[in-house]
Structures are given as structure tokens and as C-alpha cells.
């Protein structure tokens, strides 16, 4: 048994208690939490750490497999200079893949992470998944433009998610990439086989401005490298509306889902999405929003909206680490007012709903085997992240 005690404890299932504590069994199980009124007393029996004590993160959006592109596609190039990038990869040597998966493993646990959505196109990561002491539900990603590849696409994305769930006991589903690269048809065949499972899905949205330009106006850049690269097999008609609308009614209504991105979502794509689907949440990515198109979604309009937010790094590919408290750094330094409970709870609890995970993750209650980070370096007085603050993972 351990008695955990800090300066404040946020538990996300009642407001934040100062000097309380937090008991756990050998199996790192909590069997109570302990509201001492602020005042500790029986201190030789408690280990008492300065800072504040949250559940392990969510990282609710990685791509794994791709650790091996750390800092190979350069900041700022836009999402057509990144698609750029990943069309022209050299190939990577296969043990310098599974290397750099397991070494980000170890580094998303030494940074408080616990659980993970983490997006497959391949089965590189998957002995991993199944050894790792971190939660993953994998996203088994397809697409194809051409509607003519459609079955072929499906029947891969199929063979990989019962090799995810039959071979290696993993937590997975099969979910579209993005709008712009997933056809009519492929949307549809992935819409039964989730009507039907009942699967958590994902999907990239309006990750850049020029991805809804595609779908309003049949222009601009994101048009141009999709021409390049589809060379003749490229035919598109504009569709008049945002990307969002464009797809939302091709996902069914009431599996839980993750927008990924939402970098240029508005007022009226929210309203659109949150009407229709019953279990939405909002997945921000934020450094990999800056890395690549050096712009942020408008966190406030989410919240002024009583979205659910849960928090991502992405991959490696675009981003500098995997590291849910540099996320919500970003967060807290680009938008006002919002409280670091409120974060916590993005990162944690609401997560956790997300990957149907919350019976043992996502926040101090007694049964669940959430993890215990603590927060240091914290501005204890105005409960706010400082640049400086940092993860100590104590369970
Ligand atoms: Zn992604």
C-alpha cells in the first residue's frame, strides 16, 4: 500500500484538494482518496511531493509507427509540402523502425502517458501494443481517392484490424484517414463494418485551410499536390460546402468519434457535427498544428460550444516529442482563461471516454488504476503551467 500526498491533487471527480491523498493497493489500484481539509497530519507514513497530482494522459492521436520521421519533413512546410514529404520517404530499414517504436513507448510512459489512439497503416507496431505497459486502441487507417480501389483498400484495412484484434489482442478499428483522401465508396464500406461493430472511429479534419478550399472551390494548394501526384486518375468536382460537411453523414451517427486537427472547423461546422453525431469529441493536436501550418484551432469556439476536447501529439513525423504536457503548454500559452483543471480533465478523463477506457483510466476514483503524474514546476498560487513545468510520473 502507498499513501501519495502533494500540494494539491486535481482528481476530476471533485474540485482539486489541497495537501490531500491519494491510497493505493499493491497493484497500484486506488482504494480511496482522502480530503484532509487542507491539513496533513500523520506525515512519516506519506510520501509527499511538491507540485500537483493528476491521472496519466491520454494521448488520444499518435502515429506510432512513424518515430523513425523525427525531424525529417521540416517545420513549416504546409500540408501540401508535407504530403510532399511523406509521398517522397526514402524507405526506412526495418529494425530502425521497430527501434525508434519501442524507444517512444518508454518515452510517452516517462511522460506521464498511459493510454494511447494510435493510428496503423501496417502490423509494424502491433508486438509492441501487445507487450507495452501503456493502453493502445489502434486505428486501423485506410484510404483511396480512386473509387475503382475502394474493395481493395477495405479488405486491406480489414485483414489488419483482425490481425490487430485475432493475432495480438489488441483494442482497434477501422477508420477513414481524411476527407480528401477517402472515396465515396470506401466511406461507406467503412460506415457499415462501424454500424455494425459499434467501433470507436477517428478521422482527420480540416487540418488546413486549403483541404476545405478543395471541397468549397475545387482550388488551391492541397488541389494542386493532389493533381501532381494522382497525375491522370485525378478527376474532381467541387462540393460547395467544407470538408466536414461534405463527409460527416458518410460516418454513422452513434459510435464514439475523434476529429483530429480541426485546425480551420467553424461555427458552423461544429454546430453541423455536434447535431448529428451523439458521442463527438474534438482531438487537438496543437504542436503538430504549428509544425506544419503554423496555425492553432480556435480552442475558445470549442468551448464556447461545450464540445468534449481530448488531446494528441500526432506523430513524430510532425511534432518534436511525444508529450501530452507540451500540448496542453501550448494550449495554455496561446489562449487565455483557460483553466488548468479544465486541461486536465481534456487530457485525462475526457480521453479516456473516448477510447472507452474510463472504468480504469482518466481520474482519481476508487476501483480505477489510472496512473499518478505530478506536475512540477506548476505556479501553485494561480494553479497555471509555467513553461518550465514538467512530468514526474509517481505510479
Ligand atoms: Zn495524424
Known amino acids: 500500500m502507498r499513501k501519495i500526498a502533494a500540494n494539491y491533487i486535481i482528481t476530476l471527480t471533485g474540485k482539486p484538494l489541497k495537501n490531500g491523498i ?23 507514513k506519506i510520501e509527499f511531493y511538491n507540485g500537483i497530482l493528476v491521472p496519466g494522459f491520454v494521448n488520444c492521436h499518435c502515429h506510432l509507427e512513424l518515430s523513425f520521421m523525427k525531424e525529417r519533413i521540416p517545420a513549416g512546410a504546409g500540408i501540401d509540402g508535407f504530403i510532399d514529404g511523406m509521398v517522397h520517404l526514402r524507405k526506412e530499414d526495418e529494425n530502425v523502425i521497430l527501434h525508434e517504436i519501442h524507444k517512444y513507448d518508454r518515452i510517452m510512459a516517462s511522460n506521464g502517458i498511459v493510454a494511447v489512439g494510435d493510428i496503423s497503416n501496417n502490423s509494424s507496431s502491433f508486438e509492441l501494443k501487445k507487450k507495452s505497459s501503456l493502453f493502445y486502441h489502434t486505428f486501423c487507417e485506410v484510404f ?6 475502394a474493395d481493395d483498400e477495405f479488405i486491406k484495412g480489414l485483414a489488419l484490424y483482425q490481425k490487430a484484434k485475432k493475432e495480438y489482442n489488441l483494442s482497434a478499428s477501422i477508420v477513414p484517414h481524411a476527407p480528401h483522401t477517402v472515396s465515396d465508396k470506401l466511406f461507406s464500406l ?19 485551410a486549403t483541404e476545405n478550399e478543395y471541397f468549397l472551390s475545387g482550388t488551391g494548394k492541397l488541389y494542386n499536390k493532389l493533381k501532381e501526384i494522382r497525375k491522370d486518375s485525378f478527376a474532381w468536382e467541387k462540393k460547395n460546402v467544407s470538408s466536414l460537411k461534405y463527409v460527416y453523414e458518410k460516418l454513422p451517427p452513434v459510435n464514439n468519434i475523434l476529429f483530429v486537427h480541426n485546425t480551420f472547423s467553424s461555427q458552423n461546422d461544429i454546430e453541423t457535427a455536434s447535431s ?10 496543437p504542436n503538430s498544428n504549428l509544425y506544419i501550418e503554423n496555425a492553432l484551432p480556435d480552442v475558445h469556439l470549442l468551448r464556447k460550444n461545450k464540445q468534449k476536447i481530448v488531446v494528441g501529439t500526432d506523430s513524430l513525423a510532425s511534432n518534436t516529442r511525444l508529450n501530452i504536457l507540451e500540448e496542453l503548454k501550448t494550449i495554455s500559452a ?3 482563461n483557460i483553466s488548468l483543471e479544465e486541461m486536465i480533465s481534456w487530457a485525462c478523463l475526457n480521453g479516456a471516454e473516448a477510447l472507452n477506457i474510463e472504468d480504469i483510466y482518466g481520474s482519481f476514483y476508487s476501483g480505477k488504476k489510472p496512473g499518478v503524474v505530478l506536475l512540477e514546476k506548476v505556479n501553485i498560487q494561480n494553479f497555471k503551467l509555467t513553461q518550465e ?4 510520473v509517481i505510479v
Do not use: M
Open 22 to 44: 491519494l491510497v493505493l493497493n499493491d497493484d497500484n489500484v486506488i482504494t480511496e482518496i482522502i480530503d484532509t481539509g487542507g491539513q496533513l497530519r500523520d506525515a512519516e
Open 144 to 149: 483511396h481517392p480512386d473509387e475503382k480501389h
Open 190 to 208: 467503412i460506415k457499415k463494418h462501424a454500424a455494425q461493430t459499434g467501433d470507436i472511429l477517428c478521422i482527420h479534419n480540416q487540418e488546413s
Open 276 to 285: 448529428y453525431f451523439k458521442n463527438l469529441f474534438w482531438c487537438l493536436c
Open 334 to 336: 496561446n489562449f487565455d
Open 389 to 392: 513545468s514538467k512530468v514526474k
